[in-house]
């Protein structure tokens, strides 16, 4: 146990000491995390715009005044009847509210301004029915709470501040929400480069000490061969979970992804796909003796298993046969089980099919690292 913790921390020790390291740990990454994020943004919330219409008040009583407050609460920005932004127009008449009071039936004049799309109408038509609807409702309540009595300012001003009891929450439809933002970014970045750093280091070191004798002399130490293989894979890991607690931190303090929510999971998800990695990497500079062909071997492995896995694009806009595809390899599963718990928000109960069979890909590669190696 000493040697396999001796091995890793040199491992890691010399690792972290490069500059280049640092580079593809921590800075290309985050730049991809960045743009991607902006280039995979999704429509957000669903919210109310605010539509521009000019208003001219004839009316110098408060019901004019009252309507223009209902009309502002239903997302109308009133303008002056000469702003020029304003496609379409609203006349509250000199008699509004004098007629109000009488119980008389009383027009607005809604009118076209300039060369309006029908749509720009069509919104602000709407609002301005919900607007109306909203004063006759103060009214009949009104009626009703004071029989006969003429309503007043601040009779209908109160019921107008009231808390409504019907509320309306609007969103997208579908069951999950797509993942998008950094949220997509983040885990895919992160899931690419960990496979990618870990198999490119983690090769070209094993491969460049077996090319300068440093296994044979390690070999001739009281080091057994699965201590030399876990200590490679363990030095491997360390570094792989510098690179994930960095990047969870960026994501939970500076991109707004969520993490706090379900960390643990989080973590532990991105720590069996480490040992997976790792154990790749100590494989493939194991069976292939050159370094110059372990790094292209594996950039040739782990950009499509990238690709195909999710890391690029969300699956749920993937055709079937390519979601299917997706879960043949390790990044699959990982980017399956980091969008159950940071977008869909579900803990270990939602993500534990992904994380077991992530954690039998942990197996199968570090028993074929330990059954390829070579010193």
């Known amino acids: 146990m000493k040697a396999i913790f001796e091995i890793a921390r040199n ?14 740990l921590v800075v290309v990454p985050l730049v991809f995390v960045y743009f991607m994020g902006f280039a995979a943004r999704g429509p957000g919330e669903p919210v109310t715009p605010t539509v521009e219409v000019r208003v001219e008040n004839l009316d110098p009583g408060f019901m004019g005044r009252l309507l223009l407050e209902a009309l502002g609460g239903q997302g109308l920005r009133m ?23 009488a119980r008389q039936r009383v027009d607005l004049d809604f009118f076209k301004v300039g060369d309006a799309d029908d749509a720009a109408a069509a919104m602000v038509e709407l609002r301005l029915v919900r607007a109306l609807v909203v004063m006759n409702s103060l009214l009949v309540e009104h009626a009703i ?21 019907v509320s309306l929450r609007s969103s997208f439809a579908g069951r999950k929400p797509m993942p998008v933002g950094f949220s997509l970014s983040l885990p895919g970045n992160l899931v690419m480069y960990l496979l990618l750093n870990l198999m490119v280091f983690g090769g070209a070191s094993v491969a460049a000490e077996r090319r300068n004798g440093v296994m044979r002399r390690l070999m001739t130490q009281p080091v057994r061969k699965l201590d030399l293989v876990m200590g490679k894979v363990s030095g491997l890991i360390l570094l792989g979970m510098v690179q994930v607690g960095i990047f969870l931190l960026i994501g939970q303090f500076l991109l707004g992804v ?15 796909y480490v040992w997976v990695a790792a154990s790749l990497g100590v494989l493939a500079g194991s069976v292939i003796k050159a370094e110059e062909k372990v790094i292209g071997v594996c950039l040739l492995v782990s950009l499509p298993m990238a690709a195909l896995g999710g890391c690029w694009w969300p699956l749920e806009v993937a055709p079937p046969a390519l979601q299917s595809i997706a879960l043949v390899f390790p990044t699959g599963w990982a980017m399956a089980a980091l969008h159950q ?13 992904e994380i077991a069979i992530l954690a039998l890909y942990g197996v199968a590669a570090n028993l074929a690292a330990a059954r390829w190696f070579r010193g």
């Open 79 to 101: 303008a002056a009847p000469d702003h020029a932004e304003a496609k379409r127009g609203i006349t509250i008449p000199a008699d509004f509210t004098e007629r109000v009071l």
């Open 11 to 24: 491992d890691l020790r010399l690792f972290l000491r490069e500059r280049t390291s640092w580079i593809w």
């Open 341 to 353: 718990l940071i977008t869909f928000g579900s803990g270990f109960a939602g993500a534990k099919e």
């Open 258 to 272: 969520n993490i706090r929510d379900h960390w643990f999971a989080i973590l532990v998800t991105l720590g069996i």
């Open 145 to 165: 709470a004071k029989d006969a009595a003429a309503p007043a300012e601040e009779s209908l001003r109160e019921l107008l501040k009231r808390e409504n009891p």
